[in-house]
């Protein structure tokens, strides 16, 4: 590494400068490579701009900054306004020195609009999420197919001089090092629809150049999904008139580069964006747009063809199929319709709003008369929002949409205070044969609403001074409301006397003084304080005799064990004082218990002064336990994978977190197992005492064993109460689909395996999918036709589910082993399971003893389940033993013997 200035640099960051430059913009790129740590570095001006707003730094610098050619031996482009990160340099070279690499790359950020933020785009993680060196582009295929090299990246000069684009560069190098440091910062955010031609030629170049039939294909896809899907999305705030002269200019661009092999590979929306742009379509790619922006609004009178829905009668293609969006099987009171506003104006004194809704799927090709009702509805923003309803002049169905017309007197019907509730939404309450359709908002257009032609006499409750005007207008979001304004002069003077009083200094001191006040009355139920005060005043309160706190899952359900436990226990004591605890929402828990949420002071309160605590994953690690409470910890599955002090993430934590997990597991007073196989695993990983198991099973699982006697003695059918209040019918055979948690504790949306859609089309004539989503996940299922598929996360006692399924269908999650118990077959569909068992380790070869089948395509799923009767004998005498040696200690009576040792004997009854 050279040391001085004084000979060539190391490094040589070319900056290029198109006509335009501003001198700012340079100062900036040119600052950033002045002040990097390597100091071996120039800054070279190219480009017809450098001349004109670079002749001060190149006079000022000159050593450093200079025009011409580049003589470092990297090669570095920077363009006018992107910033180098401080050890760029530094950290490319000694790349470049480590590998002997002719192409070093790194990660670069973008802003993501007008503001200061910036964000890598997502493919960058992993590209560059470690450091490497690639000889074969497709051992990195991110280089070639999407627009990486386009800054943050430095090249042999020798390089260098052939000329070329990046991807030129990505595709010849012999030796290409990838280093996960941040090269380029505020490179400018993306312009969708000014960026689509040099993207679309930059697609031409890479195409003629990539041989490779899965590069090319990848490099298709990422075209669609990076430069066209979000030129279409951008189409929906462009003004009429552009929006037909970029159609027009696009569409040529476009042919050719848009094929069918790209396009299904996206979602059904995007899909059609992308062709309709490719068409040249204008005012199509702009309803897509809308539906885009509004995922769920039914935007176009879809049309019905041989069993496929399609984007309009007019494009019965593949490219337009949207049968994946299920919107013919949504409910009337589920649909979101597109309510176009055709026009708003001003007649006598008030506002006249028509508009035209899309015909629902449901209404179409039907020889019946539907009855319409309909009325509009404005809404005001903020809290207490008031609403005011005001009937319709006239509703009909007219072809494919239903059109209407609304004459709303502002001046009389609206009046507000006229402080707080100045911006009001009209909505359209549409209702179709007596059912109620969600309420429409009403999509606009800036130039269907003249806002000085428009406005309307106001009159505020408070007063003319406070506002004197409703303005109509067009919200960013593309919608019609009204905003109450200042417009007279009298109005306008009262309106800034306010302004200058409520922020001169003494308001801004007053309002500085009660933000802090807010703050501090805020830390009072701040979870620290809750925390502080427990330990030191409410722990030290005297027992309350006979009661029992109760929490399953973190509060998020009233079910597993501890329902179990609890249900037990009031039947044998009537006198039993039971508080249950809750996360959010107290709807199901039982009412005939005191419920509390979940960190509040009557949780902490209860806590403190309780007789026994009850629960299946932890109580708060901040809690500890009173001296006069025991604390049954019933857990929540036996194990599989590998928990406690068996994790490598615990091993590889430090001692005050050690020191967190034993302190929270030594409150155990006692801890279920249900069979040998818990005592070595769970009880060996968290370090449980022996004299504190209790060997007697899961008190949840005394209903499957009932359920299992109940079905040798009298078979399966009548089916429980739940498979009614499910709408399912007897003839259908019942799936349960139960994965384990896959999410992180700040992303708890669930990544299903199965393709819920796919199960659907496969098996919806006969069977019924119950989707159950882990309780630290939310599942997002599409649409299916009604009774195919239901998702039952909200459910709270699994046991239930269990007991109603005809089939389980899991991975490896800790529910096979409850669900082994039944009898009933049991499949592992697993995709991921060596994957899973390698990063976070298990206790068994679950293919080697599992008690049912592992499957690990979709394919091989349904071939299981079609076969599923023919071939559960096959599996009967391994699901058997399974249960066994996993669930030993399950007999029925868990709830029983848990209510009999700890309860009734220490009471005394």
């Known amino acids: 590494m050279t040391g001085t200035t004084s000979t060539a640099p190391d490094i040589s960051v070319v900056v290029d400068c198109p006509p335009g430059t501003t001198a700012a913009a340079l100062r900036d790129s040119v600052r950033s490579v002045l002040d990097q740590t390597l100091t071996a570095t120039e800054a070279v001006l190219t480009g017809p701009g450098a001349a004109e707003a670079g002749a001060a730094l190149t006079a000022d610098h000159p050593r450093r900054v200079r025009t011409g050619d580049p003589r470092g031996g990297l090669v570095l482009p920077l363009a006018p306004g992107e910033l180098l990160e401080r050890n760029a340099c530094r950290n490319l070279l000694a790349a470049a020195l480590r590998t002997d690499a002719d192409l070093i790359a790194g990660r670069w950020t973008r802003r993501t609009g007008t503001g200061a933020k910036e964000h890598s785009p997502v493919w960058q993680q992993e590209l560059y999420g470690r450091s490497r060196v690639v000889t074969d582009p497709a051992e990195a295929p991110e280089l070639l197919v999407r627009d990486t090299l386009t800054a943050g990246y430095a090249v042999r000069r020798s390089r260098w001089a052939e000329g070329g684009t990046g991807f030129d560069l990505a595709l010849t190098a012999r030796r290409t090092a990838l280093v996960p440091n941040l090269i380029t910062t505020r490179r400018p955010a993306p312009d969708p629809l000014g960026d689509l031609p040099a993207a679309a030629a930059a697609q031409r170049h890479a195409l003629a150049l990539l041989t490779d039939p899965a590069l090319r294909a990848a490099r298709a896809h990422a075209f669609l999904t990076d430069h066209v899907v979000p030129c279409a999305r951008a189409f929906l705030g462009a003004a009429p008139g552009r929006r037909a002269e970029l159609a027009a200019a696009y569409a040529p661009l476009l042919d050719g580069l848009v094929d069918e092999d790209a396009l299904r590979g996206l979602e059904p929306l995007e899909r059609v964006a992308a062709a309709l742009l490719a068409d040249g379509d204008a005012p199509g790619v702009h309803t897509a747009a809308y539906a885009l922006a509004r995922p769920g609004t039914v935007v176009t009178a879809q049309a019905r063809h041989e069993g496929r829905t399609y984007w309009s009668a007019e494009h019965p293609h593949p490219s337009y199929d949207i049968t994946e969006l299920g919107d013919e099987h949504r409910p009337l009171s589920g649909l979101k319709l597109l309510n176009r506003v055709t026009r708003c104006a001003r007649e006598d004194g008030r506002l006249v709003i028509e508009g035209a809704v899309v015909l629902p799927p449901a209404l179409r090709d039907t020889e019946r008369t539907h009855v319409l009702t309909a009325s509009l509805e404005l809404v005001a923003r903020g809290p207490g929002a008031r609403t005011v309803t005001v009937p319709l002049d006239d509703v009909r169905l007219r072809g494919d949409t239903i059109d209407w017309r609304a004459t709303v007197p502002l001046t009389t019907v609206l009046r507000p205070r006229g402080i707080g509730d100045r911006n009001w939404d009209p909505r359209l309450l549409l209702g179709v044969d007596g059912e109620r359709l969600a309420p429409l908002d009403l999509f606009a257009e800036k130039g269907t609403v003249d806002t000085r032609a428009t406005a309307l006499p106001a009159r505020p409750r408070l007063g003319r001074l406070t506002a004197d005007t409703w303005q109509p207008y067009v919200t960013a979001g593309h919608h019609l409301a009204v905003c109450l304004l200042p417009r007279r002069r009298p109005a306008r003077t009262a309106n800034a006397l306010a302004r200058y009083a409520t922020n001169f200094r003494p308001a801004r001191v007053v309002k500085q003084r009660w933000k802090k006040l807010r703050k501090k009355f805020?830390?009072?139920?701040?979870?620290?304080?809750?925390?502080?005060?427990?330990?030191?005043?409410?722990?030290?309160?005297?027992?309350?005799?006979?009661?029992?706190?109760?929490?399953?899952?973190?509060?998020?359900?009233?079910?597993?064990?501890?329902?179990?436990?609890?249900?037990?226990?009031?039947?044998?004591?009537?006198?039993?004082?039971?508080?249950?605890?809750?996360?959010?929402?107290?709807?199901?828990?039982?009412?005939?218990?005191?419920?509390?949420?979940?960190?509040?002071?009557?949780?902490?309160?209860?806590?403190?002064?309780?007789?026994?605590?009850?629960?299946?994953?932890?109580?708060?690690?901040?809690?500890?336990?009173?001296?006069?409470?025991?604390?049954?910890?019933?857990?929540?599955?036996?194990?599989?994978?590998?928990?406690?002090?068996?994790?490598?993430?615990?091993?590889?934590?430090?001692?005050?977190?050690?020191?967190?997990?034993?302190?929270?597991?030594?409150?155990?007073?006692?801890?279920?197992?249900?069979?040998?196989?818990?005592?070595?695993?769970?009880?060996?990983?968290?370090?449980?005492?022996?004299?504190?198991?209790?060997?007697?099973?899961?008190?949840?699982?005394?209903?499957?064993?009932?359920?299992?006697?109940?079905?040798?003695?009298?078979?399966?059918?009548?089916?429980?109460?739940?498979?009614?209040?499910?709408?399912?019918?007897?003839?259908?055979?019942?799936?349960?689909?139960?994965?384990?948690?896959?999410?992180?504790?700040?992303?708890?949306?669930?990544?299903?395996?199965?393709?819920?859609?796919?199960?659907?089309?496969?098996?919806?004539?006969?069977?019924?999918?119950?989707?159950?989503?882990?309780?630290?996940?939310?599942?997002?299922?599409?649409?299916?036709?009604?009774?195919?598929?239901?998702?039952?996360?909200?459910?709270?006692?699994?046991?239930?589910?269990?007991?109603?399924?005809?089939?389980?269908?899991?991975?490896?999650?800790?529910?096979?082993?409850?669900?082994?118990?039944?009898?009933?077959?049991?499949?592992?569909?697993?995709?991921?399971?060596?994957?899973?068992?390698?990063?976070?380790?298990?206790?068994?070869?679950?293919?080697?003893?599992?008690?049912?089948?592992?499957?690990?395509?979709?394919?091989?799923?349904?071939?299981?389940?079609?076969?599923?009767?023919?071939?559960?004998?096959?599996?009967q005498e391994a699901r058997r033993a399974f249960a066994a040696e996993f669930g030993s200690y399950d007999d029925g009576g868990a709830a029983r013997a848990v209510v009999d040792a700890l309860f009734t004997r220490k009471a005394g009854r």
């Not at 403190?608 to 809690?623: I, M, T, Y």
Request: glycine share 6%; hydrophobic share 35%.
């Open 522 to 875: 805020a830390a009072l139920h701040s979870q620290r304080t809750k925390t502080t005060v427990y330990r030191h005043v409410l722990r030290r309160l005297p027992v309350s005799r006979g009661t029992v706190v109760f929490e399953s899952h973190m509060g998020k359900c009233y079910g597993d064990s501890p329902r179990a436990v609890h249900e037990e226990l009031v039947a044998r004591r009537r006198g039993a004082r039971v508080v249950w605890s809750y996360a959010q929402d107290p709807t199901g828990f039982p009412t005939d218990a005191t419920l509390v949420r979940r960190w509040s002071w009557r949780y902490l309160w209860a806590l403190a002064r309780a007789e026994w605590w009850v629960d299946n994953q932890g109580f708060p690690h901040a809690l500890d336990k009173p001296k006069h409470t025991t604390y049954l910890q019933t857990w929540h599955g036996s194990a599989y994978k590998r928990m406690g002090y068996d994790e490598t993430r615990h091993k590889m934590q430090n001692a005050p977190q050690r020191e967190q997990l034993m302190r929270a597991v030594g409150r155990f007073d006692r801890f279920l197992v249900r069979s040998e196989h818990d005592v070595t695993t769970l009880a060996r990983a968290y370090r449980i005492p022996e004299e504190r198991l209790m060997r007697v099973g899961y008190p949840r699982n005394d209903r499957l064993v009932a359920a299992r006697t109940r079905d040798e003695r009298e078979g399966r059918f009548p089916r429980p109460d739940l498979a009614a209040r499910l709408g399912i019918p007897d003839h259908r055979t019942i799936v349960l689909y139960a994965p384990t948690f896959r999410g992180t504790p700040k992303n708890k949306k669930a990544q299903l395996l199965l393709d819920v859609r796919k199960f659907a089309e496969r098996f919806g004539d006969t069977h019924t999918l119950l989707v159950r989503a882990h309780y630290m996940e939310a599942a997002t299922l599409p649409v299916t036709p009604p009774g195919t598929v239901l998702d039952v996360s909200g459910h709270h006692d699994v046991s239930e589910l269990l007991c109603l399924a005809d089939v389980l269908v899991t991975d490896y999650s800790s529910i096979m082993f409850d669900y082994a118990l039944l009898d009933r077959p049991l499949v592992h569909f697993a995709p991921d399971l060596d994957h899973y068992a390698a990063e976070r380790g298990s206790y068994f070869d679950l293919r080697a003893r599992s008690g049912g089948p592992v499957v690990d395509t979709q394919e091989a799923l349904h071939a299981t389940l079609a076969r599923i009767k023919e071939t559960d004998a096959d599996w």
